[in-house]
């Protein structure tokens, strides 16, 4: 019979000590912030304990997966997103004008989540079967296999969701070697065909872009958001208005403040003070990430943890800065602290290939 101290080697067997200790320092600011976020409210704190319980649950089973279980499920968890993705577009539930959400019964799904995940993964599973051979057919093939769930997914719509997945599977394309001659070409013909993407755009995202131009346009409808998040966030000054202090958000003036615009009601209770060390917090983890990438052994646990970080790093930047009126309203959480469970869980899957590539040194080929 094991003793407890033999447990607890094999329970920490894969976990990578390091990004634990801060993946879970974030966690505690979400718990700490979001009882002051929520008025009180030990329901919602007690909810989002439990949807970090379920995550760090599917960490654990993630990080003790060997790589090449990794690599074989590439395939089949894309292909099946991909079939959850039409299924939506054909007979999804329809909320706030939206059609992101497929009933499978005993629960209500959101399949553009998953993609999170199946994307970067199938990219690199791809890159790995053609490393030796890598031609620009390649990353045609590549491009093709990002651009299907992404156009899918902004058509639902969901520019948020859309953007995170287009940066995820960019960041693979990036590490694949694509040509830097390639890279500036995509920018410009993307600029050349603004005109027409803006058309395609629904009326409530262009708005969200005119308001990050000039919110004051309409200060009590599009802009407001925008505003209330910038006068939370400045208003913290050096030190900060105190815990549970912060009069935008217990005033009722912050919008989605335990969720998209949680960051503001950190930046206003915290100030300039508490947002160093968050952001400290932020920069640890991309780095450990980093140092997980570097030493990776092969080139799908390159391009897989290389997409994990920077898609985190991703999510982290895009909220602040929507946050801080640098960006528009996407509705992209900040990572580990604002509330929500799929978010969460899709996060902490990914941390779990980190920790997998990280401790499990040899992959074996398929």
Request: glycine residues 10%.
């Amino acid at each position: 019979m094991m003793n407890k101290k033999e447990l607890q080697r094999r329970f920490m067997a894969h976990l990578d000590p390091v990004l634990l200790l801060a993946i879970g320092l974030l966690m505690l600011v979400s718990l700490v912030l979001l009882f002051s976020a929520s008025d009180g409210n030990w329901m919602r704190v007690l909810g989002q304990f439990i949807n970090i319980l379920v995550a760090f649950a599917a960490m654990w089973m993630v990080a003790n997966m060997p790589l090449h279980y990794l690599m074989r499920s590439a395939v089949p968890i894309y292909i099946l997103g991909m079939v959850l993705l039409v299924c939506v577009a054909l007979f999804g539930d329809i909320s706030h004008g939206a059609r992101r959400w497929l009933n499978i019964g005993v629960a209500t799904i959101q399949p553009s989540e998953l993609m999170k995940i199946a994307v970067p993964l199938m990219m690199a599973w791809y890159f790995e079967k053609h490393e030796a051979t890598l031609t620009l057919k390649n990353y045609f093939v590549a491009a093709l296999l990002l651009l299907l769930p992404v156009a899918l997914i902004a058509r639902q719509p969901d520019l948020g969701t859309s953007v995170l997945i287009g940066a995820s599977g960019f960041y693979v394309l990036f590490l694949a070697g694509l040509s830097w001659r390639i890279m500036l070409g995509m920018v410009v013909v993307a600029a050349a065909s603004a005109p027409f993407l803006w058309s395609m755009l629904h009326d409530y995202q262009r708005h969200r872009i005119l308001m990050l131009l000039d919110p004051s346009q309409d200060a009590l409808g599009k802009g407001y958001h925008t505003i209330q998040g910038m006068i939370a966030v400045g208003s913290g000054g050096i030190l900060g208005k105190g815990y549970m202090d912060g009069t935008q958000t217990h005033l009722d003036f912050l919008p989605e403040r335990t969720t998209d615009f949680i960051f503001a009601v950190w930046s206003e209770e915290f100030g300039f003070i508490g947002n160093v060390i968050l952001l400290g917090l932020f920069i640890f983890v991309i780095g450990r990430g980093f140092v997980i990438t570097a030493n990776a052994s092969t080139y799908f646990t390159r391009l897989m943890a290389g997409s994990i970080t920077l898609t985190f790093f991703t999510y982290a930047f895009v909220n602040m800065g929507m946050v801080s009126g640098i960006l528009p309203v996407v509705g992209v959480p900040l990572p580990l602290v604002s509330y929500g469970g799929t978010s969460m869980l899709t996060l902490l899957l990914g941390f779990g290939m980190l920790m997998s590539i990280h401790t499990h040194k040899q992959l074996v080929k398929t």
